[in-house]
């Protein structure tokens, strides 16, 4: 089987206030190949989501330049749990009506200053007009519709707590969790507004998984004209072992983009980007949730 893309690059993103570098900051690993054709590993610590955001678009530019694909991986949600766009009287498809209101509300300085709380709250106001189903920001960034703390348990009748490849995948956090650890919920916030802009700048030519592609197995003749595909993934997937002087979050990426390439290279990623051992419904996957890849 012909190999899918030329190049894997996955993005550890960052919702951090302030510019930062090392642990918990974002880092961006990619595996390209050199003039000799060998895949080599070039790693990024970029201080704010700026940077990031250039550096990304630039690496895109470069290998559309050389007649590369690349398959470029985001740890953060591409969509949200069924029912949120309905719940905030969004268009369809959800997952693009969700991906343009994100990315119209958030606003996100050079200097990483953000509103993702003040967004999170107009969200819950919209949708519950309660401190739910969006939590956890500092105290001083508390509102009546976001409190620091889970103000309770999601019931029958509330939007889901998880998504379906949530539910499939112990360990990943729900997108209501905007702060404190493992909080993907100001990720997304943040991280969505770089994934319209990737898109509206390379039109068809740029694919987000799996909304665009569906979710089945691809093949070379599916991407026939595609220069990126933009998907979801979870770093913390695979045990990373740790380079010399090497920080966590380097080595999740570094890893997971050389998980990629091999599998690609022994024809064995198209079958990742299909459904595996789950039920989710494909509708619910393709049109709003969205899906991990490799789950």
Not at 72 to 101: H, I, Q
Request: hydrophobic share 45%.
């Amino acid at each position: 089987m012909a190999r899918l893309f030329d190049a894997y690059m996955i993005v550890d993103w960052s919702a951090a206030s302030k510019p930062t570098t090392g642990a918990d900051s974002i880092w961006i690993g990619t595996f390209k190949r050199d003039v000799r054709f060998r895949l080599v590993h070039a790693g990024h610590n970029a201080p704010t989501r700026t940077e990031a955001s250039a550096f990304i678009r630039q690496s895109l530019a470069d290998f559309k330049r050389r007649g590369e694909r690349v398959l470029v991986g985001f740890d953060f949600c591409l969509g949200f749990p069924r029912g949120t766009a309905s719940a905030l009287k969004l268009g369809e498809p959800p997952w693009r009506a969700m991906l343009d209101f994100v990315a119209r509300e958030i606003k996100d300085k050079a200097d990483n200053t953000n509103n993702r709380f003040q967004v999170a709250a107009k969200m819950n106001r919209l949708m519950t007009a309660q401190a739910f189903p969006f939590w956890g920001c500092p105290a001083r960034d508390e509102q009546t519709t976001l409190k620091a703390k889970r103000p309770r348990d999601h019931e029958p009748g509330d939007l889901p707590e998880l998504r379906f490849c949530e539910s499939a995948q112990p360990g990943m956090s729900s997108v209501w969790k905007l702060y404190y650890q493992g909080s993907v919920g100001g990720q997304t916030l943040t991280g969505l507004p770089l994934v319209k802009a990737l898109k509206e700048a390379g039109g068809d030519r740029v694919q987000i998984w799996p909304f665009e592609t569906g979710w089945r197995p691809l093949d070379a003749n599916d991407l026939e004209g595609v220069d990126a595909v933009l998907a979801e993934v979870w770093p913390s997937m695979l045990a990373a072992p740790l380079a010399a002087g090497e920080v966590k979050d380097a080595a999740q990426v570094r890893t997971l983009a050389a998980h990629f390439a091999a599998l690609d290279e022994a024809g064995k990623l198209a079958a990742l980007f299909g459904p595996r051992k789950h039920n989710a419904p494909s509708d619910v996957v393709t049109n709003e949730e969205g899906w991990v890849l490799g789950v």
